[in-house]
């Protein structure tokens, strides 16, 4: 905070804490709508008329919302909450990486009912798995893992 003026430390905090709400957002409604359309629509034999399934989405959101808002206040992380944080990541990212190499190496790896990709669309999957490769290099280059470290002067 010293190192700040103070006017700009409430800036950069106003920036984090609206980046956090954007990102809770989003995971809210990506976990409402697999719910809604992948669990509940699919065993449904009629669809929902858009007011009853929005309805629906938001009743699904809260019931999500709240469930972690419990979870987080009485759950212990059994360790530094770093620690756990970098392993849940981990976990999210080994399963990824399965589904962005079979994406870009698989020659089956298409849609249902899609034909076989053109040589064009083939060359598009591996320029965009080869960006999504120097993206990442750059990003481990900039950032370093530091896991099971220990912080210096402790």
């Not at 950069?12 to 709508?33: F, H, K, N």
């Amino acid at each position: 905070a010293s190192l700040l003026p103070t006017g700009l430390v409430g800036l950069v905090i106003a920036a984090m804490l609206a980046a956090e709400m954007s990102t809770d957002s989003s995971y809210l409604l990506t976990w409402s709508s697999i719910l809604y359309n992948d669990l509940i629509c699919s065993v449904r034999k009629e669809p929902f008329s858009e007011k009853a399934g929005l309805r629906l989405n938001r009743f699904i959101v809260l019931g999500i919302a709240g469930f972690l808002l419990l979870y987080g206040l009485w759950y212990q992380p059994p360790g530094r909450v770093w620690d756990y944080l970098s392993i849940t990541a981990n976990i999210y990212l080994s399963s990824i990486f399965v589904l962005l190499v079979a994406c870009c190496y698989w020659k089956g790896a298409r849609a249902a009912g899609e034909s076989e990709p053109s040589s064009e669309e083939r060359c598009l999957r591996w320029r965009s798995c080869c960006s999504a490769r120097s993206s990442f290099r750059r990003l481990k280059a900039v950032a370093p893992s530091t896991f099971g470290q220990r912080p210096r002067g402790g």
